[in-house]
């Protein structure tokens, strides 16, 4: 790795691979021989003052430049070169988010809160809290045991989590720690230490260091009281030592008070664990109370929430359910600013997002000192925990609590055609922040306070229940549960309103007025405060939407590549399977191919075939509490549209003016992920500078070229965008296919011959060391990629693209197969009187389908949320290739090098010029038997034609010889398919005699049946596999396809034969016999479900997410659907 980064890859001569657009012509640069730092602004101060290729007013743009936080673009001379250096520094210090964290720290949690502004504080409104967060103990979860999250406890009384966040009791305070009448300067903090002596010292002296460096003075400490005795034994294990910290400040009051705790605080962090010090909360205005308790202990643990001089207006309560993993004492919830229920799916790719803008981040509250405040989350932190440290940054940056939630947690806004002034104003603001921010997406109920604002937000699905009422006495209350507060302290007659929050609303309480304020007030007040429709206008644009190339079109690149079509795609790993089953599918239909039943093939790494690197990378996807979305019913939650250019500073209070050759942060708006060539030139030309870079390289200099190659890719990349480029182009259209533009007369096939040499770098390798390595260099939000490929024509294609940082893919060579295959007979058939343009658009709507059920499998409603994401897992590439290219995914089987990648690509580029190894031109694609078994050639299959013989051989013989033939074709005489092949028992114990071995029928009586729906099934295997499970004993599966009422009841009306009028299709049957899955299955589409069906089933099992296929069931062709599934259905046949 350090090698890759350390070599520029030669130092005087011009990259090859450049091609430069829109008078960019000095932006990438000759590739330096080191790292070079980012370039003196040529731009003059009068310029920037101008109207540029951008069109902005003179006026505008000075107004924008004083308003802003400054670029470090904008700084002169040395002091310039030094701000672009220590940004490269402080973006090399973060890392991506932790491969180990990927399933890591989820919550699922119970929340609430309480406030009365009109009534002095007083300790009832405490205890009433302290109630409601006991009657949400069933929200919780426990640690005691193995199974920790499963067994209720498992005798352990540690719980998950509990705590409550309230304003600060100073009466408590103030009789044990001396402190001045005027507290406005004063702040508590709530410290975890360790219980090592030494170590506490320590910690406290790093803290005590960093304050005094803010002028700060310690007014003293104070051991919290506590009563370990509540504890259950793994909470005690890791009890930390408790105690507050008092200190004041002689000068700083309000905000700039809050930031100078802010930035001790996080200077102690930066150097301390969280096993040496957790600070919980330091602040003038609130104090949390939390530990690794169950609900019903907190107040008996922290003895200070039983003194009645502790007297509060308002609290914030969460009991914690930790989702897949241990809890500690740090994760418990409220955190510093808010308590969340629910899990933050796009975390990964939020936590890389916020690191890689971070080397932009400025503020005037921070000034020279923001990079003491970054990065803003914390590895160690869980997903809700970094959702509190990037809200609280926020609101160290002038932000309103309400207004940093609606930037973070934006509802969905795109469907809101809505002419109301006021809420064209909030989508405004959306519409603004939605192209700087992308949300931090999942099912979500939010519940927020710091001390000027309490409140509760929902996510864009409403996935959490969230109520809330408020009384005539002014008591507000806002809960995930009904019903807790005793009915006695609020009857009927004192409520003044309730409702319940919807998908995306908010309500705020406000804790100095006491004004409770719904969804539609707080936003348009948030909205309210800047001119987001005027900057809207001068700062986004929206792409122009040219149609498709169409038959007889002049674009003379896309000429040569329809000219060339079969050598590229030999060349990028086209089969006669992808053309067919795959692209000209899609351009038929407008959808997803469906045509196998699993998959059985080889895993890429074990296969014997070349594959391209998509096929090492499979999707992860939501589990446990976390429901999937239904990408079709759920349709409008979910947003695809993305943003070209670059992103800015998104800690400045408005738009940022840059004066180098890029005049403003004006970004594109697209509508789709998916561009077609005429969109792409569109790009190229609309005023974004841009750069296309090749990712061709020749394969005849040696071992180690891709590596190289890569290498420099990256550092043209770093160029360019130090030079001002605000969008990237990654291309591997062969480069001469474009100097052939030179000349008027010059033949394609020519132009394409002097490719022989040159292979093409992965796209997806490209795109990701691209991304990655920007992100070391601090530069990633200052421009964005675009992937130019035709090694791209899949839906998994597409999402890997776009999960490791592109914003937006041409699938050149796919579009253009489409055009070809329409100019044929065959193609104009099948296209059923489409025109080719309308195909083209057939393949962009299957592609944002297929993307938009990815999405949803991880309960994502923005691509923007899923792009750089990273939600993958990797089987079978060398750590070398992910730490440069895919850092923070996990890897199994790590194998596959740099050099093992550029030799799969030559097996492929061999096939498009046979004449390497002398052979004879193809005419048509390979069938690599991807989908299709095929005995004489093709890919193996674990279930194929050999294998069923011998099982239907074994079954009707009843021999132990041909039974031995069907266990050798499944276990021994068949290559290597998956992972557990590679496994065998390894045991150091001998051999136990069968009698003290379990008899056949209890064992039996644990076996079950996978889920295959009848329909997938036929009629008689689906009803023999239940009759035969129920026989031993064991439960078999109906799937997702309903079952025939007459399963329902056992079989009484058998003959001597074994034959029943009931079941005539069956043979061997015997009085008693029960045809009914025992398991039933309900999925999203509710196939056959009644309520008899319901009844007949010992165990209900629910498809929240419909496997691969969330809201489409299982997608069973139609011409399966007869009239008897058909009736099975409720549906109708075909």
């Known amino acids: 790795m350090e090698a890759f980064l350390a070599n520029p890859g030669g130092g005087s001569v011009a990259p090859s691979g450049v091609s430069l657009l829109r008078g960019a012509s000095q932006l990438a640069g000759p590739l330096p021989d080191k790292v070079v730092e980012a370039p003196e602004s040529a731009a003059s101060p009068a310029a920037a003052g101008s109207a540029g290729a951008s069109g902005v007013p003179a006026a505008l743009a000075v ?44 919550d699922a949690c119970g929340v609430g809160m309480i ?3 009109e009534k002095a504080p007083n300790h009832d409104l405490l205890q009433a809290a302290l109630r409601a967060l006991s009657c949400m103990e069933h929200r919780g979860a426990c640690s005691g045991g193995m199974d920790s999250n499963i067994q ?54 790093r803290l005590e260091d960093a304050l005094a460096h803010e002028r700060f003075e310690v007014l003293g400490y104070r051991i919290v009281p506590v009563n370990p005795a509540v504890l259950g034994e793994r909470s005690a294990q890791t009890e930390p030592w408790t105690e507050q910290i008092f200190v004041r400040h002689p000068t700083a009051r309000g905000q700039k008070l809050e930031s100078l705790l802010y930035i001790a605080r996080k200077q102690t962090e930066a150097k301390l664990s969280y096993d040496s010090m957790y600070i919980a909360s330091f602040s003038t205005k609130t104090i949390v109370y939390k530990g690794m308790l169950k609900s019903v202990h907190l107040a008996e643990y922290y003895k200070d929430l039983q003194d009645p001089r502790y007297t509060v207006q308002y609290a914030l309560w969460h009991r914690r359910f930790s989702t897949n993993t241990m809890p500690r004492w740090p994760l418990a919830q409220p955190f510093r600013t808010i308590g969340h229920n629910g899990e933050i799916n796009t975390i990964q790719g939020n936590y890389n997002w916020t690191h890689a803008r971070s080397s932009a981040f400025e503020h005037p509250n921070f000034g020279y000192r923001m990079e003491e405040v970054l990065p803003p989350c914390r590895a160690e932190n869980s997903d809700s925990g970094n959702l509190d440290c990037y809200v609280e940054l926020m609101l160290r940056c002038n932000r309103e609590i309400p207004e940093a939630l609606m930037i973070m947690v934006p509802e969905a806004y795109q469907e809101n055609d809505n002419v109301n002034p006021a809420e064209d104003a909030v989508k405004n603001f959306y519409e603004y922040w939605g192209a ?27 996935l959490r229940p969230a109520r809330y009422f408020q009384l005539k006495d002014g008591t507000t209350v806002v809960s995930s549960e009904a019903g807790i507060l005793e009915p006695e302290s609020a009857p009927a007659e004192l409520f003044r309103s309730k409702g319940r929050l919807g998908p995306g609303k908010m309500i705020a309480i406000d804790l100095h007025s006491g004004e409770l304020i719904e969804n539609d007030a707080i936003k348009q007040k948030m909205a309210a405060k800047k001119p987001y429709a005027d900057w809207n206008r001068v700062f986004r644009e929206n792409l122009p939407t040219p149609d498709f190339l169409g038959v007889g079109h002049d674009d003379p690149v896309a000429e040569v590549v329809e000219e060339s079509l079969i050598t590229l795609q030999f060349d990028l790993g086209y089969t006669i399977e992808d053309t067919e089953m795959v692209v000209e599918a899609m351009a038929q239909t407008g959808k997803e191919p469906t045509f196998c039943m699993g998959n059985d093939k080889p895993l890429a790494i074990l296969s014997e075939r070349p594959h391209v690197l998509y096929d090492y990378f499979t999707q992860r996807f939501a589990q446990v509490t976390n429901p999937a979305i239904d990408p079709y019913r759920e349709a409008l939650v979910m947003s695809v549209e993305v943003y070209l250019g670059r992103q800015g500073n998104i800690m400045a209070e408005r738009p940022t003016y840059f004066q180098n050759l890029a005049t403003n942060n004006r970004l594109l708006r697209v509508d789709s992920p998916m561009l077609h060539e005429r969109e792409l030139n569109a790009i190229k030309s609309s005023g974004l500078l841009t750069v296309e870079l090749s990712t061709r390289y020749a394969h005849s ?75 070391k260099q601090g530069l990633r939000t200052q421009a964005s990629l675009i992937v130019n490929t035709g090694q791209c024509w899949s839906t998994h294609h597409f999402a890997c693209l776009i999960g490791y940082g592109a914003s937006a893919v041409c699938p050149y060579l796919a579009l253009a197969h489409i055009r070809k295959w329409y100019s044929t007979d065959k193609g104009k058939a099948k296209a059923d009187g489409q025109t080719v ?61 740099f050099g093992d990648v550029a030799n799969e690509s030559m097996l492929m580029h061999r096939k498009a010029f046979p004449e390497l190894e002398l052979g004879e031109s193809a005419a048509k694609l390979d069938f690599a038997g991807w989908y299709k078994y095929m005995k004489s050639k093709g890919e193996f299959h674990m279930n194929n034609p050999d294998m069923a013989r011998a099982l239907h051989k074994a079954v009707r013989e009843n021999s132990p010889m041909s039974y031995e033939e069907y266990r050798r074709q499944i276990m021994d005489g068949r290559p290597v398919t998956t992972i557990r092949d590679l496994l065998d028992f390894a045991s150091d114990r001998q ?11 209890s064992i039996t009586s644990r076996f079950v049946t996978g889920g295959m729906s ?19 004993g064991g439960m078999s599966n109906s799937g997702e396809g309903g079952e025939d009422r007459l399963r329902f009841t056992p079989v009484m009306d058998v003959d001597e034969e074994g034959h029943s009028p009931s079941f005539p299709h069956l043979q061997g049957l015997q009085n008693g016999d029960s045809a009914a899955s025992a398991t039933k299955q309900l999925a999203s589409g509710r196939f056959g479900v009644t309520p008899e069906y319901l009844t007949s089933a010992k165990q209900l099992e629910i498809k929240i997410a419909q496997g691969a296929k969330p809201g489409e069931g299982g997608q069973l062709p139609g011409a399966k659907v007869d009239k008897y599934i058909a009736s099975l259905r409720n549906s109708v046949p075909g």
């Not at 891709?706 to 360019?720: F, Q, T």
């Not at 949803?856 to 923007?864: D, F, N, R, T």
């Not at 792009?867 to 290739?881: D, K, M, N, P």
Request: proline share 4%; with cysteine; glycine share 10%.
């Open 837 to 897: 343009e309308q195909c083209q658009d057939n393949f962009r709507n299957a592609i944002i389908g297929g993307l938009k059920k990815i999405m949803s499998k991880m309960g994502i409603s923005a691509l923007e949320s899923y792009r750089g994401a990273q939600i993958f897992q990797c089987i079978g590439l060398h750590e070398e290739v992910i730490d440069v290219a895919f850092k923070g995914t996990p890897t199994t089987m790590g194998a596959l090098n």
């Open 436 to 462: 700087l921010q992308e949300p931090w997406d999942g099912p979500a109920l939010l519940a927020f306070c710091d001390g000027e604002y309490m409140g509760a937000a929902l996510d864009r699905n409403g």
């Open 152 to 205: 209720l406890c498992g005798g352990d009384d540690s719980g998950d989590g509990a705590g409550v966040m309230t304003q600060i009791p100073w009466e408590l305070f103030a009789s044990e720690v001396h402190m001045p009448e005027d507290r406005s300067g004063c702040a508590v903090g709530m410290l975890f230490f360790s219980k090592d002596p030494e170590e506490r010292i320590a910690a406290k002296k």
């Open 701 to 775: 200099d040696g071992p180690g070229t891709l590596e190289k190659r890569l290498s420099d890719l990256c550092y043209e990349a770093s160029n360019a965008v130090r030079n001002g480029a605000e969008l990237i182009i990654l291309s591997d259209i062969p480069q001469t296919a474009q100097e052939c533009l030179i000349a008027e007369d010059a033949d394609p096939a020519s132009c394409l011959g002097l490719e022989r040499d040159q292979l093409a770098i992965p796209a997806l390798l490209a795109v990701g060391a691209v991304h990655h390595y920007l992100i």
């Open 991 to 1001: 051999p136990i005699p069968v009698a003290e071995v379990e008899d056949a029928l």
């Open 63 to 106: 107004t924008l430049g004083a308003a802003g936080g400054l670029s470090a673009a904008v700084k002169r001379g040395k002091r310039g070169r030094k701000a672009a250096a220590a940004a490269a520094a402080r973006a090399r210090r973060y890392d991506v988010y932790p491969a180990e964290n990927v399933v890591g720290e989820k």
């Open 115 to 117: 406030a009365n502004m």
């Open 1014 to 1032: 009848l329909g997938a099934l036929s009629r008689e295997s689906h009803e023999v596999i239940a009759l035969g499970m129920n026989r031993v």
